[in-house]
């Protein structure tokens, strides 16, 4: 079975976003960008050469296996899986599938947003330490508040960090799928027609939104109609061009000040200088010569997938105890406790009841390569459609200020061997207070009965993308699972 992600939201959620909105007042291109992908698995589990697979498109199995990527929107994951048949690795997959996703599933990711992810790779040792790095670049609130208080754009600096620590191919390279996707028009998935779904009322009350998302009568788009979206593709050319630190300090960042001002929201000069990503440590379980990274505060979600997941190492069937034991250490964290040492909340036996309001959208993903190195992301826009406002002249969906929305708990986490310098598995969930279990759920069962578990379905409201290789990479590519949850619209690709 498959594991995929994009997951609709109860009517709280729409009534959330809803409420949010109003307080805070062409397949030609696309076939070129995805040359070489053949075969790959629309919400199935993916399986390595030994299975045997299905034939490719050529006539057989693909003699070398470049990688794989599963996230929550197809097009997105078939961009990632062309950049590692393309020779790329983990991190310049995982960047390229962030960027598009900014085209595909605006509701969820957008240049106006933010994320964290953990990266590791055999051969890159950021200050000289072995293992997985964080990165956090969680959209921070712009000073100015507003009518529609948006968030500081983190995301295109984070990817870049990331990107200039463990990437091989030039960023530019990695914006142009995206890029023409965004000129040329791209069809809409099930994921992004179901986020539409939700919140089309209040965001279409926006022209720009409207223009972008709606058909001539003004109606939602629906699954297959082309979405064009020519402000964010001139964006993002840009972006290609100029370089991602226009958008901070150059020609792009004087048009999103001005922009996001008549939006609402408005973010100034100052408070784009200011946003700056944070490389860092991961938080880390140890299981022999195993190990388990885990994001670290302030991507909170992390803290409480760790602590789930001790729950299931302990019993596995204890999803209950492991749930509230996730959402007692967020509860803790969010209000202050432990904040100079969150790891003591693991170990804190009188941990609060777990009470946190409805939570933020989020989407997530993964990718891995031949060589060992992987990626888990996950990314936010604060409120499904941020603020519900696209800043003029820059086609760039505005994130909701985290002082006036409730953060997503982001979650993922990352296994590999210590000894063998080897990687193991990659896992990334959404879900709202459901993600943090969904990770530790996925990672559990990546680690069970030789890691064939790892496609077992995660508990609602979760929604998980996961990589597996049992026999670790580099190694033996051929045991290597990738999966996206069969409830959500993503897929999971593995194959050239």
């Known amino acids: 079975m498959k594991m995929s992600q994009s997951q609709g939201l109860p009517r709280s959620r729409a009534r959330a976003a809803s409420h949010l909105f109003r307080s805070t007042a062409t397949l030609v291109a696309l076939s070129m960008t995805l040359s070489g992908c053949g075969f790959f698995h629309n919400r199935l589990i993916g399986a390595g050469p ?25 097009t997105a994951a078939l961009v990632a899986r062309s950049i590692l048949a393309a020779g790329g690795n983990a991190a310049d997959a995982a960047t390229a599938l962030a960027f598009t996703l900014m085209v595909t599933l605006p509701s969820r990711a957008s240049l106006g947003g933010g994320g964290a992810c953990l990266a590791f790779s055999p051969s890159v040792k950021p200050g000289k330490k072995e293992g997985p790095t964080a990165f956090l670049f969680l959209p921070p609130a712009a000073a100015g508040g507003g009518s529609r208080p948006a968030a500081v754009p983190m995301t295109a600096r984070g990817l870049l960090l990331m990107q200039a620590v463990y990437g091989l191919k030039p960023i530019d390279q990695l914006i142009g799928p995206a890029q023409r996707l965004a000129a040329l028009g791209t069809p809409v998935s099930q994921a992004f027609e179901s986020d539409l779904a939700v919140v089309s009322g209040p965001l279409f009350g926006d022209p720009i939104a409207r223009a972008a ?44 000040v001005d922009g996001s001002s008549q939006a609402g929201g408005p973010i100034s000069a100052a408070d784009l200088a200011a946003a700056v990503p944070t490389q860092t440590m991961p938080l880390e379980r140890p299981l022999g010569g195993t190990k388990v990274a885990f994001l670290p505060p302030p991507a909170d979600g992390g803290l409480a997938a760790e602590g789930a997941f001790n729950i299931l190492r302990a019993n596995q069937n204890d999803l209950g105890g492991a749930q509230a034991t996730a959402l007692g250490i967020a509860t803790a964290w969010r209000h202050g406790m432990s904040a100079e040492n969150p790891e003591a909340l693991l170990k804190d036996a009188n941990l609060p009841q777990g009470n946190l309001p409805q939570l933020a959208a989020s989407t997530s993903f993964v990718t891995a390569d031949q060589y060992g190195g992987a990626v888990a992301c996950t990314l936010t826009m604060n409120n499904l459609f941020g603020t519900g406002r696209i800043a003029p002249g820059t086609g760039i969906l505005l994130a909701a200020s985290p002082a006036h929305a409730q953060v997503p708990l982001l979650s993922a986490a990352l296994v590999w061997n210590r000894p063998l310098n080897a990687f193991r598995a990659a896992v990334a969930a959404s879900g709202q207070e459901g993600a943090p279990l969904a990770v530790a759920v996925a990672t559990d069962n990546a680690l069970r009965h030789g890691g064939r578990d790892i496609g077992q379905p995660v508990p609602e409201p979760g929604r998980a993308n996961a990589i597996g290789c049992p026999d670790f990479i580099p190694g033996s590519f051929k045991t290597c699972l990738w999966v996206t949850d069969p409830r959500g619209a993503g897929i999971a690709t593995g194959r050239n």
């Open 213 to 256: 998302f709606g058909d001539a009568a003004g109606a939602p788009l629906g699954v297959g109609a082309t979405m064009t979206q020519p402000d964010l593709a001139a964006t993002l050319d840009q972006l290609r061009l100029r370089g991602v630190t226009d958008l901070y300090q150059g020609r792009l960042a004087e048009r999103l």
């Open 50 to 74: 030994e299975q045997p697979p299905p034939a490719s498109a050529e006539g057989g199995p693909p003699a070398v296996w470049a990688g794989a990527a599963a996230a929550d929107e197809p």
